[in-house]
């Protein structure tokens, strides 16, 4: 399958500061990625979907200001979390679907865990 | 009524048991099924695809009830490897609908 793989694996960061997440796909080229957080024993909470070159869309009570997604290339998306609160502290998951405007089998990435103290 | 209903388990099987999973989803217009398989603190892996004719890899079988809305998972001669959360996951439209998952635990 498709190898999707994100930057850093974990995180440890003092409260206030910004964040950035990296997601890539390494043998194809990904139209849409998906942004998920997870929190500990619980489901896949998707956040927003984005297309290379337009601005993502966001799912309903995510912050756009706070949770800046940005996929500028078709292997590259990035997440920033702007100042970060403890709150925010969870298993941040990209996925990368290669179906232009659609979607096909999600492939996901190994997940960023962010600490925030 | 959640759009994607599983059954959060856990369920504690032996090995060599078999094990089945139900998932149900609300929206009539779903158009596409998935079992991904989660293992603790990692990313969701796609386990299989499920359609209406059934889908069948190893000993895994996964079939869909476009009438009942219904799919289900069923896992023959359960492995210790076997534990793990195995999500249900619906598409509708663009929209990719996760379950919460359903807790599998195999013992020796």
């Known amino acids: 399958g498709a190898v999707v793989s994100q930057h850093p694996s974990r995180v440890i960061c003092k409260s206030g500061t910004s964040v950035k997440i990296e997601c890539r796909s390494l043998?194809?080229?990904?139209?849409?990625m998906f942004w998920y957080r997870q929190f500990p024993k619980q489901s896949l909470m998707l956040m927003a979907t984005?297309?290379?070159?337009?601005?993502?869309?966001?799912e309903q009570g995510v912050e756009k200001d706070k949770f800046l997604i940005n996929h500028a290339s078709l292997t590259l998306s990035t997440l920033t979390v702007t100042s970060a609160h403890p709150e925010d502290s969870s298993f941040y998951i990209c996925?990368?679907?290669?179906?232009?405007?659609?979607?096909?089998?999600?492939?996901f990435g190994p997940g960023t865990r962010l600490t925030v103290l | 009524r959640k759009e994607v209903e599983q059954d959060p388990g856990p369920f504690n099987v032996p090995e060599g048991a078999t094990v089945a999973f139900n998932c149900t989803y609300s929206?009539?217009?779903?158009?596409?099924f998935f079992w991904y398989r989660q293992d603790c603190r990692k990313e969701p892996k796609l386990l299989m695809s499920?359609?209406?004719s059934g889908n069948e890899d190893g000993r895994f079988t996964a079939q869909l009830n476009r009438a009942s809305q219904y799919i289900s998972l069923l896992i023959r001669d359960s492995k210790l490897s076997d534990s793990a959360t195995y999500l249900c996951?619906?598409?509708?439209?663009?929209?990719?609908?996760f379950g919460a998952g359903t807790r599998l635990f195999v013992k020796a």
């Open positions: 996925s990368a679907s290669g179906l232009a405007g659609g979607w096909d089998t999600q492939y």
């Open positions: 043998d194809f080229q990904a139209t849409t």
């Open positions: 984005s297309n290379e070159g337009s601005k993502a869309t966001y």
């Open positions: 929206n009539s217009a779903s158009q596409s």
């Open positions: 499920v359609y209406s």
């Open positions: 996951v619906v598409v509708v439209g663009f929209k990719t609908i």
